[in-house]
Nanobody, 115 residues
Framework: QVQVVESGGGLAQPGGSLRLSCAVSGFTLSSRMWYDIGWYRERELVADIDNVRNSSTYADSVKGRFTISRDIVKNTVTVDLQMNSLQPEDTAMYYC????????WGQGTQVTVSS
C-alpha cells in the first residue's frame, strides 16, 4: 500500500526559510518504471522531480528561492523542498503529490509567512 507522509511547514517570517519533506513508500521502485513526486500548493505545481528526466520543474514564482531534492533509502523515496526567501504570498497549504504512477496525495501541511 502506497504511503505519502509529509512533514515540515509551519510559520516563518518574510525572508525566512522552511523545509518540507515527503516520504513515499509502498510502490515498485525501479529505474524502468516512471514516477514523479512533487509539491503543490492550492493544487498548483510548486516543484517536482521524476526518475526519467532526472531533472526538476519549478513554478516561475519560486525559481531561485526553492530547491527540490530527492533521496532514496531502501524502498522509500523522500522528496524535500527547501524554501528560502519566503514571502507572504507563499502562504498556503502545501501538498505532496506522488505519481507512482497511480496518483496519490498527502494530507497537506500549512506554510504561513507573516511578520
Amino acid at each position: 500500500q502506497v504511503q505519502v507522509v509529509e512533514s515540515g511547514g509551519g510559520l516563518a517570517q518574510p525572508g525566512g526559510s522552511l523545509r518540507l519533506s515527503c516520504a513515499v513508500s509502498g510502490f515498485t521502485l525501479s529505474s524502468r518504471m516512471w514516477y514523479d513526486i512533487g509539491w503543490y500548493r492550492e493544487r498548483e505545481l510548486v516543484a517536482d522531480i521524476d526518475n526519467v528526466r532526472n531533472s526538476s520543474t519549478y513554478a516561475d514564482s519560486v525559481k531561485g528561492r526553492f530547491t527540490i531534492s530527492r533521496d532514496i533509502v531502501k524502498n522509500t523515496v523522500t522528496v524535500d523542498l527547501q524554501m528560502n526567501s519566503l514571502q507572504p504570498e507563499d502562504t498556503a497549504m502545501y501538498y505532496c503529490r506522488a505519481r507512482v504512477p497511480v496518483d496519490y496525495w498527502g494530507q497537506g501541511t500549512q506554510v504561513t509567512v507573516s511578520s
